[in-house]
């Protein structure tokens, strides 16, 4: 198969957007975006797995999380700090003293530490902790927050909105480039349809189609794409075939005890399983 490099270098867009894409358009960086973050190098030829929980909820529990998900390959740590929940009664998550948690499993592990930014005042007290700032499905449109993640210092992840187009998706990241922050990563994480028996629909087609209009890297998120952790494997494999530079996955140390998103956490040693059969998927589809 071609890589991703050369399929979609050159390629006339589908999308016509109007006023065009400045930044984040696919002709901006013919090459691809690739940067570093701590070590990890985000759009190059590795598949980079970001792993651990939906929200950091003890010490045992990232520090736990943390150790497996290294062991077993992956290159970054999740885990929530600010959780956008739908109701105002569940867990909201740790906050700062789930920031000083990441860090702590950061300074032990050497991973890099991805985590939620939900509110701009919140942006320079999660710069001290995290590598990349991630910017939730839920706050895709939130153009305020946008601009200002736009003028920050670390890479940024941002999760398609769960009704988002592509296009729409693209201005958004158009929004963070524009205010100066080159390093921004886009991440699939399923839509919503008409379709119940998984918590969103994965859309894998958004992988080719943002591939095709933008230099950015793309990653997918098969845990919230499904909402069932037996799935996360299938749609991995599927994901990286179809030419994701990388994967969110969500683990935990003991996903039946998880405060958030237990039913769609891979456990250490399915998480451990999940990567052994990614290897050969990307070794087929010419990643590492
Ligand atoms: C998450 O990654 O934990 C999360 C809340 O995801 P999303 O914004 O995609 O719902
Ligand atoms: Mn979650």
């Given at each position: 198969?071609?890589?991703?490099?050369?399929?979609?270098?050159?390629?006339?867009?589908?999308?016509?957007?109007?006023?065009?894409?400045?930044?984040?358009?696919?002709?901006?960086?013919?090459?691809?975006?690739?940067?570093?973050?701590?070590?990890?190098?985000?759009?190059?030829?590795?598949?980079v797995v970001m792993a651990?929980?939906?929200?950091?909820?003890?010490?045992?529990?990232?520090?736990?999380?943390?150790?497996?998900?290294?062991?077993?390959?992956?290159?970054?740590?999740?885990?929530?700090?600010?959780?956008?929940?739908?109701?105002?009664?569940?867990?909201?998550?740790?906050?700062?003293?789930?920031?000083?948690?990441l860090s702590q499993a950061?300074?032990?592990?050497?991973?890099?530490?991805?985590?939620?930014?939900?509110?701009?005042?919140?942006?320079?007290?999660?710069?001290?902790?995290?590598?990349?700032?991630?910017?939730?499905?839920?706050?895709?449109?939130?153009?305020?927050?946008?601009?200002?993640?736009?003028?920050?210092?670390?890479?940024?992840?941002?999760?398609?909105?769960?009704?988002?187009?592509?296009?729409?998706?693209?201005?958004?990241?158009?929004?963070?480039?524009?205010?100066?922050?080159?390093?921004?990563?886009?991440?699939?994480?399923?839509?919503?349809?008409?379709?119940?028996?998984?918590?969103?629909?994965?859309?894998?087609?958004?992988?080719?189609?943002?591939?095709?209009?933008?230099?950015?890297?793309?990653?997918?998120?098969?845990?919230?794409?499904?909402?069932?952790?037996?799935?996360?494997?299938?749609?991995?494999?599927?994901?990286?075939?179809?030419?994701?530079?990388?994967?969110?996955?969500?683990?935990?140390?003991?996903?039946?005890?998880?405060?958030?998103?237990?039913?769609?956490?891979?456990?250490?040693?399915?998480?451990?399983s999940l990567m052994q059969?990614?290897?050969?998927?990307?070794?087929?589809?010419?990643?590492?």
């Amino acid at each position: 198969m071609k890589s991703a490099t050369e399929y979609f270098s050159g390629s006339e867009p589908i999308l016509t957007i109007d006023p065009p894409l400045q930044y984040a358009r696919r002709d901006a960086n013919p090459l691809g975006t690739v940067f570093n973050v701590c070590g990890v190098t985000i759009g190059g030829p590795e598949v980079v797995v970001m792993a651990g929980p939906c929200a950091v909820e003890s010490e045992e529990q990232i520090l736990a999380t943390a150790r497996a998900v290294k062991a077993s390959g992956a290159k970054v740590l999740r885990g929530g700090a600010y959780k956008p929940r739908t109701s105002p009664y569940s867990f909201q998550g740790m906050r700062e003293d789930g920031l000083k948690l990441l860090s702590q499993a950061r300074e032990e592990t050497g991973l890099a530490v991805v985590t939620e930014v939900m509110d701009a005042r919140h942006i320079d007290l999660v710069v001290q902790h995290a590598d990349i700032l991630q910017i939730g499905s839920r706050n895709m449109q939130n153009f305020t927050l946008l601009e200002e993640v736009g003028k920050c210092s670390k890479p940024i992840l941002l999760k398609r909105g769960m009704s988002a187009t592509i296009e729409e998706y693209l201005q958004a990241a158009e929004y963070v480039m524009k205010g100066g922050n080159r390093r921004l990563i886009l991440c699939e994480r399923g839509i919503r349809t008409f379709e119940p028996s998984t918590r969103n629909t994965l859309d894998l087609n958004a992988v080719p189609m943002l591939r095709r209009h933008t230099h950015l890297p793309v990653i997918v998120d098969p845990s919230h794409g499904t909402g069932h952790w037996w799935m996360v494997p299938y749609l991995s494999c599927a994901a990286v075939a179809a030419g994701a530079d990388g994967l969110l996955i969500e683990v935990h140390s003991n996903p039946q005890e998880a405060l958030s998103d237990g039913p769609q956490s891979l456990s250490p040693d399915g998480f451990d399983s999940l990567m052994q059969e990614l290897r050969a998927v990307a070794r087929a589809v010419g990643r590492e």
